[in-house]
């Protein structure tokens, strides 16, 4: 990855399961991002995860996740993310849809970019 990306080199950089982070120090990570992960969690663990997400980040929280309400899949689930991170003190500072050319599944795909409110 050093020799892809050398601007990375030096830079403090954790990837870590979901069990892991849950155990996580409160506000360890300046950024905590996914991608396409958290449509997967079950409904029964997945106000847990936000609340560990919402824990664990300092100062950002950025995701790229499916967010269609007509999910046909029985291991999907459409979230709010809006709703679910602004409860838990967050503001949302920037939403993009994301359409390609290449995929449409990628079409359901929304960035969302939330921040820590003082």
């Given at each position: 990855?050093?020799?892809?990306?050398?601007?990375?080199?030096?830079?403090?950089?954790?990837?870590?399961?979901?069990?892991?982070?849950?155990?996580?120090?409160?506000?360890?990570?300046?950024?905590?991002?996914?991608?396409?992960?958290?449509?997967?969690?079950?409904?029964?663990?997945?106000?847990?995860?936000?609340?560990?997400?919402?824990?664990?980040?300092?100062?950002?929280?950025?995701?790229?996740?499916?967010?269609?309400?007509?999910?046909?899949?029985?291991?999907?689930?459409?979230?709010?993310?809006?709703?679910?991170?602004?409860?838990?003190?967050?503001?949302?500072?920037?939403?993009?849809?994301?359409?390609?050319?290449?995929?449409?599944?990628?079409d359901c795909f929304?960035?969302?970019?939330?921040?820590?409110?003082?």
């Amino acid at each position: 990855m050093a020799s892809v990306y050398p601007n990375l080199n030096g830079l403090n950089k954790h990837a870590v399961t979901i069990e892991g982070f849950l155990k996580a120090n409160t506000q360890q990570f300046d950024i905590v991002f996914t991608m396409a992960v958290l449509v997967h969690i079950h409904p029964e663990t997945i106000q847990m995860v936000m609340d560990g997400i919402s824990a664990i980040a300092k100062e950002y929280i950025v995701l790229i996740e499916f967010d269609a309400e007509n999910l046909d899949s029985s291991v999907c689930w459409y979230r709010d993310y809006q709703t679910e991170f602004t409860k838990r003190g967050w503001k949302l500072k920037d939403r993009l849809q994301i359409s390609t050319s290449i995929d449409k599944q990628l079409d359901c795909f929304t960035l969302f970019v939330f921040k820590r409110e003082s």
